[in-house]
């Protein structure tokens, strides 16, 4: 979240403060990201979607109120429409000192806010195999999630500058084709032993199978203010790993051209564009791909009792916009 001014919106620098407020029961809730005027909030282990969304409520409200009581208001939205980069105060820590050294100056670029999720898999090389089949999906759900026009008090053109903010990063693209986990765990000794990294979790890429975690960790969309909308999009987070993992047909090594492409206008277009699906290699709008998106996991919706919301979520989106609208 980003930490503001109750009165103006600016960002304040209020990290430490709040960390200060945080009872030791669910200090693990709450962590440092690379600003001091921003909190990251972590949920714990979940069940299903409806535990998750309960989760982030109460972890929403506990720090609006710690908001009241050190004078802050949480900000949502994929970057802050007015804040500078040189205007702000960044952690001190080994994470960002190491990101500081290796990004010099556009390390103090970022000012971006996202929201992860994470999917429990069966074993290692079933992650490899559902996340090269994911990056099919990468464009239509940041379609549906992009909330960042504005990036230092100017209308950017863009409907996810955060996108573009966060890009400048190395390692943060859609990653490429593995044919095995062992191939993934060799692209990532072989940035550690170049310097590259310090630590599998230094790569940032749309789709991240997380070596510590045992997850899918899907890294795509910009800050949602609606728990409706990540109601959502976690629900079909869950129901496109389930689907692939149930999936038998063939894999197919899409053409990371037009992933690349279809990302863009996905960041800066709006649901008329056309894009090429990998799948086929047909001129498709963004809109008919992301109904073709939702008719894939509608088995998997229904599984976990969570396609009738999920879709009527989806369709007033398609119908009036994105949190960027």
């Known amino acids: 979240y980003m930490i503001c001014d109750k009165l103006t919106g600016e960002l304040v620098n209020k990290a430490s403060e709040i960390m200060g407020y945080i009872d ?18 972590n949920t714990k282990i979940c069940k299903n979607v409806n535990e998750a969304i309960n989760e982030l409520a109460i972890l929403r409200n506990l720090t609006r109120d710690i908001g009241r009581k050190i004078g802050f208001k949480i900000g949502i939205s994929g970057t802050h429409p007015t804040a500078l980069p040189e205007d702000q105060i960044f952690i001190e820590n080994e994470s960002y000192s190491w990101v500081a050294e290796q990004l010099s100056y556009y390390a103090r670029r970022n000012i971006t806010f996202s929201i992860h999720v994470h999917i429990a898999v069966k074993d290692e090389n079933y992650a490899i195999h559902i996340a090269n089949s994911l990056r099919q999906w990468v464009a239509p759900l940041l379609a549906i999630s992009t909330n960042s026009p504005f990036f230092g008090g100017k209308n950017t053109g863009m409907r996810s500058s955060r996108t573009t903010q966060f ?38 890429w749309k789709i991240r199978p997380h070596m510590n975690y045992g997850t899918i960790e899907f890294r795509i969309c910009d800050m949602q203010r609606s728990l409706k909308n990540i109601h959502a999009f976690i629900s079909i987070f869950q129901s496109l790993v389930h689907r692939i993992y149930n999936d038998k047909s063939t894999l197919i090594k899409y053409n990371q051209e037009f992933l690349n492409d279809s990302l863009w206008k996905a960041s800066s277009k709006d649901f008329d564009a056309k894009i090429v699906d990998p799948y086929d290699n047909k001129v498709i709008s963004m809109k008919n791909m992301i109904n073709k998106l939702l008719d894939y996991i509608k088995p998997s919706l229904i599984h976990f009792n969570n396609y009738e919301s999920t879709i009527d979520t989806i369709n007033d989106i398609l119908q009036n916009g994105t949190e960027c609208d």
């Open 24 to 41: 030791i029961n669910i200090k693990d809730r709450f962590s440092y990201e690379l600003l001091e005027s921003e909190i990251e909030v």
């Open 167 to 204: 890009g400048i990063f190395p390692r943060t693209n859609i990653p490429m084709y593995f044919k095995d986990f062992n191939s993934y765990r060799e692209v990532v000794n072989k940035y550690i032993e170049s310097g590259a990294i310090q630590k599998p979790r230094q790569i940032w």
